[in-house]
C-alpha cells in the first residue's frame, strides 16, 4: 500500500518545510501499514529531502524531462531528481497532458528515463468527463496504458512500475467514481497490463487510485482489494488530513 500526496503548485519553501515536518511528527513512533511519499514542488525537493531523512516517509518529483540533460533550457532530468534523494517520479498526470499538451509517446519516454535513473514512476491514466459521457473509459484507458508504458523497460524495471488511475472528472472536483466503478476499472487496468506485458511481472505493479481521495472516502476506497493506495493532491495540504489517512490504513496483507 502507498500514499502518495501531489502538492502540485503549492508552498513556497517555508510553507513545503512546514508541511513535510508536521507529516514527518505525526507519524513518528506510530504503526504504519503502508509506504508514505510527498511530491513537493521543485523548489522544495531539497530542503524537504532533509527533513525526511531518517524518517519513514519518501520523496517524489511531480515531473521529469524527456532528455537526460544537456543545452535543455528549464528542464529537471530523472537523474537529478534521484540526486537530490527522490525515490519517485509522477509522470503522465493528466494535469501535463491536458494543460501542457503532452503526450502519451513523451510520457512513455519520460517513463523510461525514471526506469533507467533507478526510480520508480507513478504513470497517471484515467478519461475526461466526456469520454466517460460517451461510454469510452475503457477504451481511453487502455490506450493510456499501452502507449505510455515502455514495454522494452525491462523486467526489473517493469516490476518498480505504478499506476495511477485518476479519472480526471474526479480531480480536485470533490466527486469520486462508486466503488462499484473503481472495482471495475481496476480489473480492467489489470487485464491490460497483462496483455500489454504479456503477463510478465503484473503480479508486482501497485495501482493507485487518484481523484478526490479525503479522510471521509480513504476508508472504504483503500479497503477494495485491487486498491494498492492512492494519489492524493487537496488532501495531502493538510498534515492532519493526510498523516490521519495513512494512520487509518489496516493491513490488508
Ligand atoms: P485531488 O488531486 O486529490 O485534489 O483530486 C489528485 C491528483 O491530481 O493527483
Known sequence: ????????????????????????????????????????????????????KNSRISLGAQDCSE??????TGEVSAGMLLDVGCKYVIVGHSERRIKHGE????????TLNVFNSNLKPIVCVGETEKDRDLGKENDIVKKQITS????????????????AYEPVWAIGSGLTPTINEIERMFKEIKKNLKLHLKEKYVD????LYGGSVNKKNSNEILSLKEVDGALIGGASLNAAEFSSICLEIYNKE
Open 67 to 72: 532528455y537526460n540533460g544537456g543545452a535543455y
Open 148 to 163: 505510455s508504458i515502455p514495454i522494452d523497460a525491462g523486467a526489473k524495471s517493469l516490476s518498480n512500475l505504478i499506476i
Open 204 to 207: 508486482d505493479i501497485k495501482i
Open 1 to 52: 500500500m502507498l500514499i502518495a500526496g501531489n502538492w502540485k503548485s503549492n508552498c513556497d519553501l517555508v510553507m513545503g518545510k512546514n508541511l513535510a515536518s508536521s507529516i514527518v511528527k505525526s507519524i513518528k513512533g506510530q504503526t504504519l501499514n503502508c509506504q508514505i511519499a510527498i511530491f513537493p514542488p521543485f523548489t522544495c525537493l531539497n530542503s524537504v529531502s532533509n527533513i525526511l
Open 103 to 110: 503526450t502519451s509517446k513523451q510520457v512513455r519516454i519520460k
